[in-house]
């Protein structure tokens, strides 16, 4: 055997592995463990697609444990969110009847795969996905984000964040994420691409904080 190709496929299963752990069974412990990768900035990171959303028909995609889902809400947008993780529906379920007041609750979940989206044909003016697996550049998927948007409206996804601050924590923070591909700049270009062939008008966005950079795609529905 190869040990310099069976050292990284070995490093990649195991990522897999504790990914699918986080987002299952440990999936409680997912907040903790993404404030401490990212030395605290995982909200921040999320929250730069909020300025390129539209209209106020917003579907959250993979959901998580509903923070994009509260932010959403308190912005005035009208939010729906699936996940395919039973747990982590549970947690935003949770999460969401202890913070969004009377007047917006319930927040509507549904249970989904993207390669099969429960709702109607132009049912959204936005599509949200931050840090996603990789689901976001499989075609069976970006077919259903075409199908369930607006014309004219937009997808957009969070896949990447680049730490830059000079301190030992944020140094050790950016090795980690290049070590789980958080952070991989290569393929990029592709993904664009793959948008664009499916009749997206798609580019890359960067955003730039006081100690990382954000990448997003933006994908508008021609």
Known sequence: MNSH????????????????????????????????????????????????LRGKQVLEIAHGTGNMLLDLVSLGFDPVGIDLSPAMGRLAARKLRRRVGPRDWPVPQARASVFALPFAAGSFQSLLSTFPTEFMVQSPAIAEFHRVLRRGGVFVCVPAAQIIGPGLADRWAAWLFRVTGQSAEGWFAPVVERYTQAAFAARVERVQLPRSTVTLIVAEKQ
């Open 5 to 52: 190709g069976a050292l990284p496929r070995l490093l990649h299963a195991g990522l897999r592995l504790g990914f699918g752990l986080l987002y299952n069974q440990l999936a409680w412990t997912y907040d903790l463990v993404s404030w401490t990768v990212s030395m605290g900035q995982w909200r921040a990171w999320q929250r730069t697609a909020l300025p390129y």
